[in-house]
């Protein structure tokens, strides 16, 4: 394609996103320029070789990031959008750009691993979350599409330096009140209070917020950058594959049922108590147990009868060693409790016995200062007799 054949196939758009450069000298008209789609490339710290890698770009509009990922060397990349192909100019970049990116129509809460042709190493979420009404999905259905170990980078608006209040004023969670930027919050935007002219937009999570939600939905998460005017942010998630997730241990939603052929149903419900606690991280995060399975989980049959699905296997030595860890655990935290209990119950005990002793102390004093008073008029000498009425 000539350089004249594709300024004309440019200006058959106007509604161009993305400043894509096409070659030529030719740099598509975007409301995003090249210098922000830079500073983006840079904080979400995109590898300069993507070779063999198969990408993914959620909500790629007219595909600035899919081309982008593209022209780095991945083996292959896939981009889907909630709108099709020829609506915000993604064909016509193709075509300019003579791109064998493929692209579905299909949102996040569609992705299919047999539709996006299998797992993906990379996936890119920019620009996407808050205007997601079903935020936490999101990153569950992203974790079932990424292979073990797989990358997720995202790019979103945070509220921690950009919170609007209720009449419209923009100020920072820090300004409220300090300890709100460690409380994980999202504001909610019932219609357009984040942007006047776009009723898009649903939640703005601070930095914390959004951290919780990917250590939750099973990735080890980390906050890469924030910046301003607009309260944006960067994130990188790296899957960890161990199963049941943390959003699946002791909730309804991670339990499940079979129904089996006599009619009777076995219900499989993962014990959070028996998972091991990371500590010594900022952020919170379940550290898988040492050995072949991950978490231990209980099953109860209809007849009520429980059963811990371990104790059906041979026990390596390492599962043994990790039980052993669990159950001293266990035992130090009753113990820690057991403690915790007896010097409520003495402090309690020292309080009544305090009580009672000011209530003796009160009553003693009721009873005995009387008699000490005629004690003392006794003692004070002969009573003298009242004259007497004459009759």
Not at 14 to 38: A, I, K, R
Not at 110 to 131: A, I, T
Not at 279 to 295: E, F, L, V
Request: aromatic share 10%; with cysteine.
């Amino acid at each position: 394609m000539t350089r004249e054949e594709k300024k004309k196939l440019i200006s058959t758009r106007s509604d161009w996103f993305h400043s894509l450069d096409v070659g030529d000298g030719l740099v598509t008209p975007g409301v995003v320029s090249v210098e922000y789609e830079q500073h983006l490339l840079k904080v979400l710290q995109i590898p300069d070789s993507l070779a063999g890698l198969r990408v993914l770009d959620i909500g790629t509009q007219d595909g600035f990031w899919a081309f982008e990922c593209e022209r780095r060397g991945a083996s292959e990349v896939v981009a889907i959008d909630v709108n099709p192909i020829d609506c915000h100019c993604f064909k016509v970049a193709r075509e300019l750009l003579d791109s064998k990116v493929k692209y579905h129509h299909m949102s996040v809460y569609e992705m299919d691993e047999e539709v996006l042709g299998g797992k993906f190493d990379l996936v890119l979420f920019p620009g996407v979350f808050y205007h997601l009404r079903h935020i936490i999905m999101s990153f569950d259905n992203i974790w079932k599409i990424l292979k073990p170990e797989g990358i997720v980078l995202v790019e979103t608006h945070v509220c921690d330096n950009y919170f609007v209040l209720g009449d419209g004023k923009i100020t920072t969670l820090k300004d409220i009140d300090y300890r709100l930027l460690n409380v994980p919050l999202f504001r909610f935007y019932r219609k357009n209070e984040l942007n006047p002219v776009d009723w898009s937009n649903w939640f703005g999570g601070n930095v914390a917020a959004v951290l919780d939600v990917m250590w939750s939905a099973g990735f080890t998460a980390e906050h890469l950058a924030s910046w301003q005017p607009s309260g944006r942010a960067a994130f990188r998630g790296v899957k960890n594959p161990a199963t049941p997730r943390e959003w699946e241990l002791g909730s309804y939603e991670g339990s499940s049922f079979q129904y089996n052929q006599d009619g009777t149903w076995t219900w499989t419900w993962h014990d959070p108590r028996l998972a091991q606690f990371e500590k010594g991280s900022d952020t919170k995060k379940w550290a898988p147990r040492i050995g072949r399975r991950d978490y231990p989980s209980v099953e109860r049959t209809q007849s009520g009868a429980e059963q811990r699905r371990d104790s059906e296997l041979p026990k390596t030595k390492e599962d043994a060693i990790a039980e052993m860890v669990v159950q001293l655990q266990h035992t130090a935290s009753e113990r820690d409790e057991a403690q915790a209990d007896l010097r409520k119950t003495r402090d309690s005990l020292a309080a009544a016995e305090d009580s009672l002793t000011r209530m003796r102390n009160s009553v003693s004093w009721r009873v005995t200062e009387p008699a000490r008073r005629l004690m003392n008029t006794l003692r004070s000498g002969p009573r003298k007799e009242m004259p007497r009425r004459a009759k």
